[in-house]
């Protein structure tokens, strides 16, 4: 081969070369263009496209703690530490005796309820809680929810002042508690439910809430009050059109002495009916029975282990809270159904052979609504 030859191969194989550069100099490029194009949609759906994350928080409160004789409870009192009169410390040794222990409650301020903890000192709490969960679930199909349950320990004085400071305390430590879940769950879109279940003067706690809202006004809403008990005060029954409740559900008996005996913490007197038909069915009153009984005080709260609960009583030895969700369902479908007929309502329980079977039922007529029935309850 001679050099003009050479030459010539050689030219021709170096543009063949070059032009393979080029080839892959520009697939490299592209392939990066490409790459950064896909991952900055990964980061852009990230943001836009956040998933659903829901949350149902359900708080119990307890009522009124009333001071009765008890030498232990005075001599820890005396000894205590905490920051606060005498009488306070005195209630406080209190709730951890009988017949208050035999009820959903716990210290005070808002606790989350750990089911794996056997709580010895407050040992009525988790059983009674336990059962609520578990007709709550059979009521409730939502996979993709996390339900809490909690209990809000406060002072119980009897006391309209000592339930508005009680009341505060309560939103805030709930406000607190909204913040922590949205803080923890930023790569979400968060959905929270809150429900409230509260009994005798717990329920004016939750109804103090109101104004607690107009004074703080972090946009708090309560979805679901219900109440069992609760004395209808003239200082707190018109609270209940506050746009801060959506829903409330007023459950009474006129078998409850206790709920309309408090003349000293009101300048008025106590009701057991809200009687606010404006807002209806926003807005419920429901008597309930047992059978034939009418359910006194401790009925709709404590278990079986406090002296004032009925040991024959149909539910034992559960008290009403329990049923609470089933109760709200019959409500809620019979608002659904449009099958409301009249403004006052009334929930039997009764028993048929092993089954328990629960009625909503208009009080006046007694003209069956809808029911729900629990096969080999008993």
């Known amino acids: 081969m001679n050099i003009l030859n050479k030459s010539y191969f050689f030219t021709f194989y170096s543009i063949i070369f070059l032009v393979?550069?080029?080839v892959c100099f520009q697939t490299k490029k592209t392939s990066a263009n490409s790459t950064t194009k896909i991952?900055?949609?990964?980061?852009?759906?990230?943001?836009?496209?956040?998933?659903?994350?829901?949350?149902?928080?359900i708080i119990f409160i307890h009522g009124t703690i009333l001071p009765r004789p008890s030498i232990l409870s005075f001599q820890n009192a005396l000894e205590s530490k905490e920051k606060s009169n005498f009488y306070q410390k005195y209630l406080n040794e209190l709730r951890i005796t009988a017949p208050y222990v035999h009820q959903p409650i716990g210290e005070k301020g808002l606790h989350k309820i750990d089911f794996n903890i056997q709580n010895s000192t407050y040992k009525t709490t988790n059983p009674v809680l336990k059962k609520y969960l578990e007709l709550y679930q059979k009521e409730n199909v939502e996979p993709n929810t996390h339900t809490i349950l909690y209990t809000f320990g406060w002072d119980g004085e009897l006391s309209h002042k000592n339930r508005i400071q009680s009341s505060d305390m309560l939103y805030e430590s709930l406000n607190s508690e909204l913040t922590n879940i949205n803080k923890e769950n930023t790569n979400f879109k968060i959905n929270i439910k809150t429900t409230i279940l509260a009994h005798s003067h717990g329920g004016n706690v939750a109804l103090n809430l109101a104004k607690a809202e107009d004074h703080f006004k972090k946009n708090i809403k309560i979805n679901e009050l219900l109440l069992f008990g609760t004395p209808i005060q003239e200082e707190t029954k018109n609270l209940v059109t506050s746009n801060i409740f959506e829903n409330i559900y007023n459950f009474y008996?006129?078998?409850?002495?206790?709920?309309?005996?408090?003349?000293?913490?009101?300048?008025?007197?106590?009701?057991?009916?809200l009687n606010n038909y404006k807002n209806f069915p926003r807005i419920v009153d429901i008597e309930v029975k047992l059978k034939k009984e009418k359910p006194r005080h401790s009925?709709?709260?404590?278990?079986?282990?406090?002296?004032?609960?009925?040991?024959?009583?149909?539910?034992?030895?559960?008290?009403?809270?329990?049923?609470?969700e089933t109760m709200k369902q019959l409500i809620e479908n019979a608002k659904t159904k449009k099958t409301l007929p009249g403004k006052r309502l009334q929930i039997e329980f009764r028993q048929k052979?092993?089954?328990?079977?629960?009625?909503l039922r208009t009080q006046k007529d007694n003209l069956k609504i809808c029911s729900k029935k629990f096969e080999n309850y008993f």
């Open 253 to 273: 008996s006129t078998g409850d002495t206790i709920q309309i005996a408090d003349i000293i913490s009101t300048a008025g007197s106590s009701e057991r009916r």
């Open 20 to 22: 393979l550069l080029i």
């Open 353 to 359: 052979n092993k089954n328990l079977k629960i009625y």
């Open 39 to 57: 991952e900055t949609n990964n980061v852009d759906n990230k943001f836009e496209n956040k998933a659903d994350k829901n949350y149902h928080l």
């Open 299 to 324: 009925e709709f709260w404590f278990s079986k282990d406090c002296w004032l609960y009925r040991k024959d009583l149909i539910l034992s030895p559960f008290p009403i809270v329990v049923f609470a």
